[in-house]
C-alpha cells in the first residue's frame, strides 16, 4: 500500500510507482478477516493485492498487531452478543475461501438441530429446524475473531492493524485517513480497493452518503436486549455439563419480550433478554427483577439462581436493535459490505451469515474479470455487485423483523406448528438437493421447483438467494392459505349436508 505519513509500523507498504493494486478493509476483526481472504488469500495472492485490514479496536490487547497473531490470542470478551449462528449460509461463504477453515470454525461450535420452547407451566416443545437434518453451529464471538484472524494474518500480503481508526475517506484521490489511536498520529492511505465493513455506525458509509445519492433508512426497534451467562453444570463424575439440552437453541417466547439461549463449547450457554425499553426500565431494580423472573422464566431462574441473575442484570449492557438500509453501497473503488450496508434485527440470526455471503459474491464478481486490477473494471464490479445485491439485502432485512413477530408469540401458537407440519410434509415430498458450486456461483442458475420451508431457504439453502426464497415462500403461502380456505368451505358444507340429512331422518 502507498502511504503519505505513514508510521513506522505499517503493514504493506508499495511503493507508489508502479505498484501493484491495493485492497484496504476498514473494518473490524470479527468478519473482516473472512472478507480480506477471499480478496487476498489463496486465489487474490496470486493477483498480488497487498491488503491491510485496520480496526479501530485492539482485539489482541496489545497497541499493535500487524501480520500473523500469535496462536493464544483472544477476541475481545467486550463485544456485542457473545455468541451467534453460523448457518449454511455463512458456511458455504468460508467454503469457498478454505475448507479448512470451515473444518476450524465447527469443530469450536455447538451444532443446533432445533429449537426448544418454553412454556410458562414449564413444558417444552422441539421443532426441528429442517427435516433434511441440517443444523445451525452456535459459536462465540471471540473464538470466531480469533480464528478468523490467525486465518487472515497467515496469508500472505495480509496486514492487520489495530487500534487505528478510519476517519473519512477521499473518493477523488482514492485515499483513506487514518489515526492511530495511541499515538494520536494522522496519517493517510492509498488505496485501489476499499471495503468498508466498519459496522452498523461505519463511518466509510457516512461519506459514501455525503458522495453519492445515496437512499438510506434506519429504524430503531423499541426492543432492547441484555445478556447473561448461564454457567455449566457438574454431572456426578465432577466432569462440566449443559445446564440445559445443548442440541437446541432455547426461546421462551412471552407476547411482548423473548428470552432466548444458545450454547457454547465451553458448555455454558448465553441467554439474552430481548424487551421493550419499558420493561428494562422496570427492571432496574431488584424488588422487581426477581419477581419478573419467577412469574415469566421460574425455570432459568433456577439454574441462574437470584445472586448470578442480579450481578449479570447489573453488570451487562442493555443494547439497541436497528435495522439499516443503503442504496447503493459503493462510489468509485469504494464499497461497504456486512453492518456498514444492512444492519438487521438477529432474529433470523442472518446479520454474519448474510455478510460473510457478501464477501463470497463480491470476491466472485472481482476474480471472473480477467484485467481485476484496472480501475475502470473494479468500478464497474462494485457498480454491479451494488445492482444486483439490493433486492436481496432488503428481502433479509424485511425477513428479520417478521421473524421478530415469530420469536416473541407465533412460534409458541398451534397454527404455526400445523403449518411448519404441512410445510415439512411437502418438502418431504417433493425435495430436491443442490449440487452448484457456490465458489464459482452466485446463487443457482434457477429456483429449484420443490416445496421447501421459507426457514429451510434462508439458512440452509446458499443456492437460492434470500429475495428468491421470499417470493416463493410467498406462493407457498398463498397455496396453503388456498388449500386451507379449500378445505374450510368442504368442511362447511359437509356439516351443511349432515344438518338437511339429520332434519330428513327425524
Ligand atoms: C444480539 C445479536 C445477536 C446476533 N446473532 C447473530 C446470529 O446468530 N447469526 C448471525 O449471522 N448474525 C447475528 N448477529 C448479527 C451479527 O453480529 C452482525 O451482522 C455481524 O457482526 C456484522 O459484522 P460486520 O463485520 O459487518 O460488523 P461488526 O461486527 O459490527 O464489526 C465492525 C468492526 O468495525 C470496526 N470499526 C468500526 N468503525 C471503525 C472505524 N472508523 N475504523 C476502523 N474500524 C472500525 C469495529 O471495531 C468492529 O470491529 C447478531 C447481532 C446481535 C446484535
Known sequence: MAAKNRPEVAATTVPSV????????????????????????TR????????TMVDESGRVGAPYAIGPLSPNTKGSPRQRSINLTLSARGIAAVQAIDNSLVERLLHNAVPLRGRMVHRLDGNATRQQYDRGGHCLYSIERGLLNTILLEAAGSVLNIGIQFLHRVQSVDFISNTVHLSNLV???????RFDL???????????????MVATQMEYSQHYISHEYVEIRLPHGMDTSGHNTFLLDADHLHVWPRGDFTMVAMPNKNKTFTCALFAPKTIFDALQYPDTLIPFFKSHFPDLLSLLGEKRLLLEFQNNPRSLLITTKANPYHKGAVIIIGDAAHSMVPFYGQGLNCALEDVRILSILLRREKDGHNPSVIRRVLN?????????????????MDSHLKMRHTVATWSYMIRSFIDNILYGITETRSSVDLSESIFGPEVPSGWIP??????FRPDISYSAA????????????????????????YILYSIINLNRLF
Open 44 to 51: 487474490m495472492a496470486h493477483q498480488q493485492w497487498p491488503t
Open 454 to 459: 421459507l426457514y429451510s431457504m434462508v439458512s
Open 384 to 400: 454491479d455487485y451494488s445492482e444486483s445485491r439490493h433486492e436481496d439485502l432488503v428481502a433479509i432485512c424485511d425477513l428479520a
Open 18 to 41: 508502479e505498484r501493484p493494486p491495493t485492497g484496504i478493509i476498514a473494518d473490524n476483526a470479527p468478519f473482516f478477516s473472512m472478507r480480506i481472504v477471499p480478496l487476498n488469500g
Open 183 to 189: 499515538s494520536g498520529q494522522a496519517f493517510d492511505d
Open 194 to 208: 476499499c471495503i468498508g465493513a466498519d459496522g452498523s455506525n461505519s463511518v466509510i458509509r457516512h461519506h459514501l
Open 470 to 493: 421470499k417470493k416463493k415462500a410467498a406462493r407457498q403461502e398463498h397455496l396453503v392459505d388456498s388449500v386451507a380456505a379449500a378445505l374450510g368451505v368442504l368442511g362447511l358444507g
